[in-house]
């Protein structure tokens, strides 16, 4: 298993402002669920309630191998949509926050710098939102709640694919650490994410708890904007060159 601890980020300028900003909301609210765990069943996704437009109140029932599993299902927002929103910055336990905080610190700045603050922080927003839908598409009646940021994160690891391929990533392979390149071991992320999500849509429910058809959805839609974004940024360049050219040719004159 491969595990990012850091990346080369020498070129960046400045801190990313909005990376921070969204870990400390996810630590916030990771906080408050600590505090009232109804939280956490209120306002995850259920696609159940994102498909009928209702919230799931009392108990429901799922069959898990040989068992019937009832899951508490605490009242939510109004209208429950919110919770596609919400259920981003809430997550399952301490390594749950701890893994996706760290993957955004690494990858997230680096996405931000190329975007911008704020299309960074709709893209984030947006990567969220279609691993969430995925997810629901996948088993639109399950009352499975899920929750956590790794929808978002996985469009993070998609830009970051598509806009540094080749940046070097550090991370621990057997006890060693190791400096490849952001397309290996993006690479070998999504290869896993594609082999145990296949099982988990082909038994239509999460396995081992882990939504990773929202992992799928999430960084598929990051690829496609980054994809967007990098056309834009190069189209850009030469007009800003042209302006000044234009403007040394008027200077001479």
């Given at each position: 298993?491969?595990?990012?601890?850091?990346?080369?980020?020498?070129?960046?300028?400045?801190?990313?402002?909005?990376?921070?900003?969204?870990?400390?909301?996810?630590?916030?609210?990771?906080?408050?669920?600590?505090?009232?765990?109804?939280?956490?069943?209120?306002?995850?996704?259920?696609?159940?309630?994102?498909?009928?437009?209702?919230?799931?109140?009392?108990?429901?029932?799922?069959?898990?191998?040989?068992?019937?599993?009832?899951?508490?299902?605490?009242?939510?927002?109004?209208?429950?949509?919110?919770?596609?929103?919400?259920?981003?910055?809430?997550?399952?336990?301490?390594?749950?926050?701890?893994?996706?905080?760290?993957?955004?610190?690494?990858?997230?700045?680096?996405?931000?710098?190329?975007?911008?603050?704020?299309?960074?922080?709709?893209?984030?927003?947006?990567?969220?939102?279609?691993?969430?839908?995925?997810?629901?598409?996948?088993?639109?009646?399950?009352?499975?709640?899920?929750?956590?940021?790794?929808?978002?994160?996985?469009?993070?690891?998609?830009?970051?694919?598509?806009?540094?391929?080749?940046?070097?990533?550090?991370?621990?392979?057997?006890?060693?650490?190791?400096?490849?390149?952001?397309?290996?071991?993006?690479?070998?992320?999504?290869?896993?994410?594609?082999?145990?999500?296949?099982?988990?849509?082909?038994?239509?429910?999460?396995?081992?708890?882990?939504?990773?058809?929202?992992?799928?959805?999430?960084?598929?839609?990051?690829?496609?904007?980054?994809?967007?974004?990098?056309?834009?940024?190069?189209?850009?360049?030469?007009?800003?060159?042209?302006?000044?050219?234009?403007v040394d040719s008027r200077r001479l004159w």
């Amino acid at each position: 298993m491969l595990f990012p601890i850091g990346d080369d980020d020498r070129h960046l300028s400045g801190p990313a402002y909005i990376t921070i900003l969204l870990i400390v909301c996810n630590i916030i609210v990771f906080l408050l669920q600590l505090a009232n765990p109804a939280l956490t069943y209120g306002w995850s996704v259920v696609p159940q309630e994102i498909t009928t437009g209702q919230d799931l109140i009392g108990h429901t029932q799922i069959q898990s191998g040989a068992e019937r599993v009832e899951i508490p299902q605490a009242p939510g927002p109004s209208p429950i949509y919110l919770t596609l929103l919400a259920a981003m910055f809430m997550h399952g336990g301490f390594m749950h926050i701890l893994g996706n905080m760290l993957y955004l610190w690494i990858f997230g700045d680096n996405v931000e710098h190329r975007f911008g603050a704020m299309p960074f922080l709709l893209f984030y927003l947006a990567s969220g939102f279609v691993g969430s839908i995925v997810h629901i598409a996948v088993d639109p009646q399950s009352t499975i709640p899920s929750l956590g940021a790794s929808g978002a994160i996985s469009g993070v690891l998609g830009a970051y694919l598509v806009l540094f391929p080749r940046n070097r990533v550090h991370a621990v392979i057997l006890y060693s650490v190791v400096s490849i390149p952001a397309i290996a071991a993006i690479g070998l992320w999504i290869v896993f994410q594609f082999v145990n999500g296949l099982g988990a849509i082909a038994a239509t429910e999460q396995t081992g708890g882990v939504a990773y058809a929202a992992h799928i959805g999430g960084f598929f839609a990051g690829v496609i904007m980054a994809l967007v974004m990098r056309s834009i940024i190069r189209e850009e360049r030469p007009s800003v060159l042209s302006r000044a050219e234009s403007v040394d040719s008027r200077r001479l004159w």
